[in-house]
């Protein structure tokens, strides 16, 4: 079935620094990527749609200087936290749409990706 | 915007009972999703479904759609411990498929 992989799937790092998180679909082509965010107990929040070849959408109160999305390939969207904050420390799950024909409707997730800012 | 509520949040069951999930959507969603969340890991996808009376069945689960109560359940059938778990609806609008998730309800079955 179908694959996407996220890396890394733990981080830490100090306070002010930026980590990239990536995520790939490993066996088809995903025109469209989405990330969420995960606070420990809580539900996954959407926050942005990351489309290949064009900007990405961010969902309202994400702040897009801060989670740069970058989708240069058809299997990879990359998520970078810029000058983490402890506040950032979170889950980070993105999901892939299958792109093409024989859509099916069902998206695809990673294996998620648990930062933490010292 | 849609909103998707589920209930309840927390649920404690005995071995071999059996239970429903709920989850209550706002407005019209293309599909709806069930998933599982085992602690510190992804989503492990359960369920998709896609029109009215939609029913679904795996193993002791299966989940159903009425898209005119905006309602799906989700029902466990002779609970097992290996079911403890965190289990989320979520449903979709539009074209894209971009989930709002419900709130999740952590299950612990209990020996």
Redesign the interface.
Known sequence: GAVVSQHPSRVICKSGTSVKIECRSLDFQATTMFWYRQFPKQSLMLMATSNEGSKATYEQGVEKDKFLINHASLTLSTLTVTSAHPEDSSFYICSAERGGGGYTGELFFGEGSRLTVL | ELKVEQNPLFLSMQEGKNYTIYCNYSTTS??L?W?RQDP????E?LF?L?SNGAVKQEGRLMASLDTKARLSTLHITAAVHDLSATY?C?GNTGT?????????TRLQVTL
């Open positions: 293309d599909r999703y998933y510190g890991k992804s989503l996808s998709v896609l989320f979520a894209a498929s971009k989930l709002t998730f419900g709130t999740g």
